[in-house]
């Protein structure tokens, strides 16, 4: 399993811990920033409400897994101009590769992070997904406390003026 660290820090992200014992817990609280007025993938992607399903049913995927890696991209902000969504998207991108490199046709996987699925360049939603078993689904839709899970993993993730911090997770079994 080492090997997938080294796998992930050589695709770009700057930590990469392996997690044992995860108990996730599927929060309505961080769910409720799911909403059509918050956010523009609300009812246009299979990993957001309500293709992702209800949070009881989201819990419910989850609870299958134990075993997980933290992926985090720390990024230094520049002074004037911060383009947050092209480094939420150069995230899942180094994550996409991640996945389809390491991961797919070799394990059981399960992927959540910030910003919707990039392997489409448009969402089939709601025609079928193509990519089910690989996409990259929602912390947020799944309720699920990324400050929590960042210091299970010995990782800081705090608003800071200078930097910000994207994160995912891929769980397996
Ligand atoms: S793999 Fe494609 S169809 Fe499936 S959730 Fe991702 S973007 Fe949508």
Known sequence: MD??????????????VL??????????????????????NHGNNWVCPPGCGTLAECAEKVSAFHRGILLQSVSVLKPLFTDYRGLNRKHNLRLREFIEKYCAGQ???????????????????????????????SLSAYGIDVGKLCEKAGLEYAFQPDRVYYVALTLFN
Do not use: Q, W
Not at 128 to 137: A, E, F
């Open 3 to 16: 090997e997938l660290v080294r796998f992930a820090l050589s695709t770009g992200f700057t930590h990469a």
């Open 107 to 137: 394990m059981d996987v399960f992927t959540l992070t910030s910003g919707g699925c990039i392997f489409c360049d448009t969402c089939t939603y709601p025609e079928p997904c193509v990519k089910p078993d690989i996409r990259m689904n």
């Open 19 to 40: 997690l044992d014992d995860l108990t996730l817990e599927c929060e309505e609280r961080l769910r409720e920033y799911c909403n059509p007025k918050g956010c523009r």
